[in-house]
């Protein structure tokens, strides 16, 4: 049944690591023991993936002492997001999620909260969130992601889900649209988006879906496109939803 399972960097490893003493050194081993309705807890400590720490379960891996303590950092040798979660009552909570080809994944449910998902690149949409038909992604920094080529959504792509209180900032999709976010469904709100760069709507784009960006603030964002539908700050490519926000300081060339 679900309990409490346990994640260090140096312990016994010893199954079904039911004890701080008997801790998995691994994420992967932890999140497979555990039944649904778990808790993983994560010690401090670095933690190095080689393929993406997959959870199918409802259950929520959790860094003991939040983000700033627990990071998840993709090794380089593998092309691997840090993270797919494919179930809806998936949780991940308090960590540091980090050069990943794509950072988090959510499939048609899951949540990201109190993360900080920075630096990760990937030749495909959403280099630090890609939410797939749902999912939600809250109160978590995401920063200094960048897709690869011409693939939208260098902070979070959503096609569908809910992003709220986050500070989305320093990302490019310098190739595409969507810097900061780019929405083709879902809802972005109470966000703050500054500092991303993309061709066309530097921090976000809005693509039909009934998407909708509320209550967000976007400030020192940039696009490179000229022409028509360039928005440095928010560009509305088919249609989209705009309500509550403020938008200054953008730019994007005459």
Not at 148 to 176: H, K, P
Not at 209 to 227: H, M, V
Request: some cysteine.
């Amino acid at each position: 049944g679900p309990g409490n399972i346990y994640v260090a960097t140096n312990c016994a490893n010893v199954s079904p690591f039911t004890t701080w003493a008997n801790a998995s050194t691994s994420i992967q081993a932890a999140v497979d023991c555990a039944a649904d309705g778990s808790v993983v807890w994560v010690a401090d400590g670095l933690y190095v993936t080689t393929s993406a720490v997959s959870v199918a379960k409802g259950l929520t891996v959790r860094g003991l002492n939040g983000a700033s303590n627990t990071i998840v950092r993709r090794s380089g040798a593998y092309s691997h997001r840090v993270f797919s979660l494919t179930h809806s009552n998936a949780v991940i909570d308090g960590l540091t999620i980090t050069n990943g080809a794509g950072g988090v994944y959510l499939h048609q449910g899951g949540v990201a909260q109190n993360c900080t998902i920075a630096g990760n690149s990937v030749a495909d949409v959403g280099a630090g969130v890609h939410l797939y038909q749902g999912g939600v992604v809250r109160n978590s920094i995401i920063e200094g992601n960048s897709t690869i080529g011409d693939f939208r959504g260098g902070g979070v792509n959503v096609n569908g889900g809910l992003v709220y209180d986050c500070v989305i900032r320093n990302n490019a999709a310098n190739a595409s649209i969507g810097g900061g976010a780019a929405l083709y469904g879902g809802m972005v709100s109470n966000c703050v988006l500054y500092g991303n760069s993309a061709q066309r709507g530097g921090g976000a784009l809005l693509d039909g879906g009934g998407c909708l960006l509320r209550g967000c603030l976007l400030y020192n964002n940039t696009a490179s496109y000229s022409g028509t539908y360039g928005g440095g700050g928010i560009c509305v490519w088919n249609s989209g939803w705009i309500e509550c926000c403020t938008v200054g300081g953008n730019s994007a060339p005459a």
